[in-house]
């Protein structure tokens, strides 16, 4: 079962539809409506792609870390979202804390709204 503040494996496609490698995402939240879909962002161990006051970045010394089942300290990609199927997703690795993940909607929120 697939829950908000999961981290999943998914082979997140590159903007040109290119099939990408399988890469661990962030499940933010089930979309409504009668299909399965699910709001997903993106997490890479390249620190340095970090948009700064957005991303968020996870380090091995967080509270967190280790229930998240990262290999190591990475960045989660708010900028870069895509929404799927759950059918596509690979299955948990772990998850991370509900105040990061509150902290990560927050951000997304404000954006949209261009606060």
């Not at 490698?21 to 340095?48: F, N």
Request: aromatic share 6%.
């Amino acid at each position: 079962m697939i829950q908000e503040g999961q981290i999943v494996l998914f082979r997140f496609p590159h903007t040109d539809q290119i099939p990408g490698k399988l890469r661990p995402a962030l499940v933010l939240r089930k979309l409504p409506g009668t299909y399965d879909d699910w709001l997903i962002c993106m997490i890479s161990s390249q620190l340095e792609q970090q948009i700064q006051n957005f991303d968020i970045i996870v380090n091995a010394k967080d509270v967190d870390f280790e229930q998240s089942g990262l290999k190591t300290s990475s960045v989660i990609r708010i900028s870069r979202l895509a929404v799927v199927n759950r059918n596509i997703l690979l299955g948990s690795i772990g998850a991370i804390g509900s105040e990061r993940l509150n902290t990560i909607k927050s951000r997304l929120s404000d954006w949209v709204r261009g606060t």
